[in-house]
Structure formats: C-alpha cells, structure tokens
C-alpha cells in the first residue's frame, strides 16, 4: 500500500519556525532573507499541503496551534538531522567520519588497534570505526563480499579491483625456550637457525608461507607435527620445549616485553626479517581519499613503536 506524501519542503518547515520563534511574520520573513508576503504564501501552502491549520491569525502576536506547535516540533527535529547530513557530508569530504567497517586477523588487530581507536577517538571524534576479526583465509573475500570496507592485513594482496596503502614493516623476532642455547646471543642470523625445529601458524596464515620460504633458505625444518592458531599458542609451544618460532614484534611489545616470562625473545637479522602491513579496499568504493587518511592517522599511532618501519 502506498502513502502519498505531501509537497511539503525543509524550506516551508524553516519558515514555520521562524514564525515560532518571532511570533511576528514581518520579523520572519526578514531573519529568512525573503518579503512578507511570499513567506506568508509558503506558510499557507503548508497549510494547505498537510490539511491543518497552523497559525492563529489575527491582531497582535502570531501563535501556533495545537498542530502548528506539533508540527514545528517535528519540522525542528528534521532540520536538525538534515544540518547533520550536510555537516557529515562535509567531513566525509574533507577527512574522516561516519562508520567504517575494518576486517583484521588475530595475529595484528588486537596488538595494533586499541592503540589506534584511543587516537582516533582524540583526532576524528566523529568516526566510528567498527572492527572485526576474521581468519586470514577470509578477509579478501569478505572485503569484496561488502562485509568489510577495507582491510588491514600483511601484504602483498593481489587484486586489479583493490587499492593499496602501505603502512609499516612489523620485524618478526625469534622465540625461544628459557635457557636455550641460543639464548647467549644478543642477535640471531641464518647460520643460528640452521637445523632448528622451526614452529608456525597453520597454512591459513600469510605468516606460514613467509616462515617457510625461510626456513628452506637457510635451512631450517618446519615442523609438522603441530601446527598453531594463534600466537598465544605458538608462544606455549616453543615455553613446553618443542622449538623456536617468529613472533612479530607489536605481539611481543603487548604480550611478552615486561609480561610472560616463559620464553626469550632474540632480534633476527638485525631486524630485518619483517612482514609488511597495509590497508587494502575496493577501487570502486569511492572512498579512497578517506582511507588514505585512515591509514596517515594510522602510521601517525605507529610512530610511537621505534620498531615498526614506517612506510607509504
């Protein structure tokens, strides 16, 4: 079934309460910028428009009515929420507001962006960026399913519909059991892990294919036997004994410097050994100037970590 709707404007609804608040329609039609008598046709067109009578006329005063008051009330509420979208429209143009919905992995998101939203909240108070963890396996097709606007995960991601902004390189640094061998080392090189047993996230992770393309470089053995699906548990795997692993160093900044103590964390090649991070979203999406700024305040919250390498 469907309702007509009025040729009512937010004009028609300006001039009504202008009329309010003067309860004068000379005054009224002066604060508008336009003469009398054509405010005195919009008021009446609305009248007419909604089948009420909105305004006592007579000598002295205008008043609204019971309905002219009703009217004004909910006229006022519009307006307000339509300043609202022109204000937003403004911010979306010129930097960064509304809901934006991020996808991240467990390995980074939550090392990473409490720190960010904290900024955020600071810096772009009107952007609400909503976050949600999935697997690696999935934030690519969720970010051309819609479920994601945009992505922060380790690149690169291939893709002639995607943008890309660089962010940081994140050093993975290597784990090991208290009191190990290695431990004496202040930092690690290929020739300490050749022959090591080497610990990973499973298949599903863009870590595991970056760890094992190491390990066939400087030939160390990636273990098979077990496999982690998360870095919580590679971190109680290598503390029970059963190898070394890479961890990357925003994980081990939260969860492991001043905090656990069942491992030691050595720096690996000086370094240099190091994932790259980034933004990735839809080309078509039109949003492209705001995520570059997503990702400037980004990088800026990544500058208080002296181990991150800035990038973009």
């Known amino acids: 079934m469907s309702i007509s709707v009025p040729p009512i404007t937010l004009r028609q609804m300006r001039y009504l309460l202008a009329l309010e608040e003067t309860q004068h329609f000379r005054e009224a039609a002066e604060s508008c910028g336009i003469s009398q008598p054509s405010l005195s046709v919009q008021i009446k067109t609305l009248e007419e428009a909604l089948g009420l009578v909105l305004v006592e006329r007579g ?16 006229a006022r509420e519009i307006l307000d929420a339509t300043q609202g979208i022109l204000d937003l429209s403004v911010t979306l143009k010129s930097g960064l507001g509304g809901t934006i919905r991020l996808g991240t992995s467990a390995t980074l998101g939550p090392y990473l962006m409490p720190h960010v939203v904290g900024d955020l909240r600071d810096t772009h108070p009107d952007l609400r960026l909503y976050i949600r963890e999935a697997a690696p396996r999935d934030l690519l097709r969720e970010l051309h399913d819609g479920v994601h606007d945009l992505i922060l995960t380790q690149l690169p991601v291939s893709g002639a519909t995607l943008s890309t902004a660089r962010l940081f390189r994140e050093p993975l640094a290597v784990a090991l059991p208290r009191g190990h061998a290695l431990t004496a080392h202040e930092t690690l090189d290929n020739e300490h892990l050749v022959g090591a047993t080497i610990l990973s996230l499973s298949p599903a992770y863009a870590l595991y294919e970056m760890i094992s393309a190491l390990c066939v470089e400087i030939g160390a053995h990636m273990s098979r036997d077990y496999e982690g699906t998360s870095l919580d548990a590679l971190r109680q795997m290598v503390a029970m004994n059963m190898g070394v692993t890479f961890l990357p160093a925003l994980y081990v900044e939260s969860e492991i410097q001043g905090r656990a103590r069942d491992v030691e964390i050595r720096p690996f090649r000086g370094r240099r050994f190091a994932r790259s991070i980034g933004l990735v979203w839809r080309s078509a999406s039109g949003a492209g100037p705001a995520y570059e700024r997503l990702a400037t305040a980004i990088r800026d919250t990544a500058r208080r970590f002296p181990q991150l390498v800035l990038e973009g």
């Open 59 to 74: 000598r002295g005063p205008v008043r609204l009515t019971l309905a002219g008051r009703e009217v004004a009330r909910r």
